[in-house]
């Protein structure tokens, strides 16, 4: 069976630079949980569903079609025959996400299409419930946690360089937000997974824990 390499954690915890490394470094795919309930959330808002109401979301769900494209080493997502890019990338996105990620039948849905990312080959799969959820039967399952103050700088720096204009303050109040949402929803909150690996990437390189996580999983 193909390997699948697990990484948790909350937000700019350094999944999605970690993992990226990890699949340049070992040869394998990366897939980005994350993109999906985001990809989600912006055809929801996009329609103009109310973001709070989970019975809309969830009869919207149904009907979204994602294509899953093998583009090198990562498994791109497309919708009408494009990649989002950054769409899904704004602070708009960031404030949305949440309520439509905590959607059972988002969860749902979203949970099959990761599982059917198997049969591509080796993946190294992030997100917040991939090691708990989607993938708890692999070995490898991994979740990075950063104090506050990193994770804010880290997602500041982010947002600065694709042209969002925050401040720290708020960076900061939309990231503990959503750890709070994440955390406390009934359906695949946002946890250590039993028996995963903890990794605190507040003193490293994203290049020090990729290689660290290549190690322990072979």
Not at 79 to 88: A, C, L
Not at 120 to 126: K, M, Q, R, S
Not at 193 to 199: D, K, L, S
């Amino acid at each position: 069976m193909n390997r699948v390499i697990c990484i948790d954690g909350p937000a700019a915890s350094g999944k999605s630079t970690v993992s990226k490394l990890i699949a340049e470094m070992s040869g394998i795919k990366y897939v980005d949980s994350g993109a999906l309930y985001r990809i989600a959330t912006w055809q929801a808002l996009e329609a103009g569903i109310d973001t709070n109401d989970a019975e809309a979301v969830a009869k919207f769900i149904t009907g979204l079609k994602v294509d899953f494209v093998v583009k090198g080493n990562r498994v791109a997502y497309e919708v009408n025959g494009e990649e989002p890019g950054d769409k899904i990338r704004t602070p708009e996105i960031n404030k949305h996400v949440s309520p439509v990620s905590a959607v059972p039948e988002v969860r749902t849905i979203v949970t099959k299409w990761l599982r059917d990312m198997r049969s591509v080959g080796d993946i190294v799969v992030e997100g917040r419930d991939i090691g708990s959820v989607v993938y708890p039967d692999s070995p490898y399952r991994f979740y990075l946690d950063a104090d506050a103050e990193t994770r804010t700088a880290r997602r500041y720096k982010e947002d600065i360089q694709k042209g969002f204009i925050q401040n720290a303050d708020q960076v900061k109040a939309s990231l503990l937000n959503r750890d709070k949402i994440d955390s406390s929803r009934k359906t695949a909150p946002l946890k250590i997974p039993e028996g995963a690996i903890v990794i605190d990437t507040t003193p490293l390189t994203a290049e020090q824990v990729a290689a660290k996580i290549i190690e322990l999983s072979k």
